[in-house]
């Protein structure tokens, strides 16, 4: 099974600053054969479902803000808020699902410093 | 728009068992599978399993395989995730999401809490 690693577990932002979450994967998502990485990301506020932001690691859901940017490949992969609003005040989880079983990271709860 | 709707809270004694419905609408129910997800209080996010509409082949979190089993009603655009033999720390909220890899669009969730 493919394990997902989140950090840091918590981060305080100000308001209008950029918030940086990393997650990692015990092995590479990335499918050679159409050179994607099977890695989303989710954010979920409380008392909420999560709410997809990110697919194919860098691919932003229809509606979510610019401000939401997915990077990285194979192992290593970064979600970045590049100006944080009081809304996004949530916790942030990656998810692979290049093999079964898929699974989640432990979460990253962001809050404003 | 998606929606899925779900069934609502339930509390159950330990060694019973659960049967959480998420109701689907605004796409073709057929077109996509269901997965589920559950949510143990103040934890993070655990797949259970994933059913094709299409052929009903199921997929199943190799920790639940045995008491899990997840089915689909095509009349009324509805999947079923029932649980068996339940113990305290299956109490969580259990959510339906659509999609068998990216989950685009998520029920309500449903709580159930498993208590003697």
């Known amino acids: 099974d493919i394990v997902m690693t989140q950090s840091p577990d918590s981060l305080a932002v100000s308001l209008g600053e950029r918030a940086t979450i990393n997650c990692k994967s015990s092995?590479?998502?990335?499918?050679?054969?159409?050179?994607?990485?099977?890695l989303a990301w989710y954010q979920q506020k409380p008392g909420q479902p999560p709410k997809l932001l990110i697919y194919?690691?860098?691919t932003r859901e229809s509606g979510v803000p610019d401000r939401f940017s997915g990077s990285g490949s194979g192992t290593d992969f970064t979600l970045t808020i590049s100006s944080l609003q009081a809304e996004d005040v949530a916790v942030y989880y990656c998810?692979?699902?290049?093999?079964?079983?898929?699974?989640f990271g432990g979460g990253t709860k962001v809050e404003i410093k | 728009q998606v929606q899925l709707v779900q069934s609502g809270a339930e509390v159950k004694k330990p060694g019973a068992s659960v049967k959480v419905s998420c109701k689907a609408s605004?796409?073709?129910?057929?077109?996509?599978?269901i997965s589920w997800v559950r949510q143990a209080p103040g934890q993070g996010l655990e797949w259970m399993g994933w059913?094709?509409?299409?052929?009903?082949?199921?997929n199943y979190a190799q920790n639940l395989q045995g008491r899990v089993t997840m089915t689909t009603d095509t009349s009324t655009s509805t999947a079923y995730m029932e649980l068996r033999s339940l113990r305290s720390d299956d109490t969580a909220v259990y959510y339906c999401?659509?999609?068998?890899?990216?989950?685009?669009?998520w029920g309500q969730g449903t709580l159930v809490t498993v208590s003697s």
């Open positions: 194919w690691a860098s």
């Open positions: 092995q590479s998502v990335l499918y050679s054969s159409n050179n994607k990485n099977y």
């Open positions: 998810h692979h699902y290049y093999i079964t079983p898929p699974a």
């Open positions: 605004g796409y073709t129910f057929s077109s996509s599978g």
């Open positions: 999401a659509k999609g068998g890899d990216i989950y685009e669009a």
């Open positions: 059913i094709s509409i299409y052929n009903d082949n199921t």
